[in-house]
């Protein structure tokens, strides 16, 4: 047995395959697209902020919040064209730990 094992595209899209795994499709467009939104930024960007350009823990940041969240939304968009381009390879539930498992294998899946 080897830790890095890994499965094919084909066996993955095979075992999602299967009616008894399948999930009922039942989400719209809206509703993906703010899963995603939310799933992508999260909470931590609005908590980073207040906390930067209150000064709390030192003095305020001042412009430097508007570029970092600039580069934030840049990162987050590159992340989110990742996501999507996963989600077309093999489509079936998993998310991440699917991505990784046909990819690098058991062990860092």
Same mark, same amino acid.
């Given at each position: ?32 697209? #703010? ?7 999260? !909470? /931590?960007?609005?908590? $980073?902020?207040?906390? &930067? *350009?209150? @000064? ?27 996501? #999507? ?7 079936? !539930? /998993?998310?991440?730990? $699917?991505?990784?498992? &046909? *990819?690098? @294998?058991?062990?860092?899946?």
């Amino acid at each position: 047995m080897s830790l890095f094992r890994r499965k094919s595209i084909q066996e993955v899209l095979a075992e999602g395959a299967s009616e008894e795994h399948s999930l009922k499709k039942t989400l719209t467009v809206y509703d993906l697209v #703010a899963l995603g939104i939310g799933a992508i930024i999260g !909470a /931590g960007i609005f908590a $980073t902020l207040g906390s &930067a *350009t209150s @000064g709390a823990s030192g003095a305020p940041a001042g412009p430097g919040v508007v570029v970092s969240i600039l580069i934030t939304g840049i990162a987050c968009g590159f992340c989110a064209l990742c996501y #999507a381009e996963f989600a077309s390879m093999v489509p079936v !539930a /998993g998310s991440a730990y $699917t991505y990784t498992y &046909a *990819t690098l @294998g058991e062990l860092p899946a």
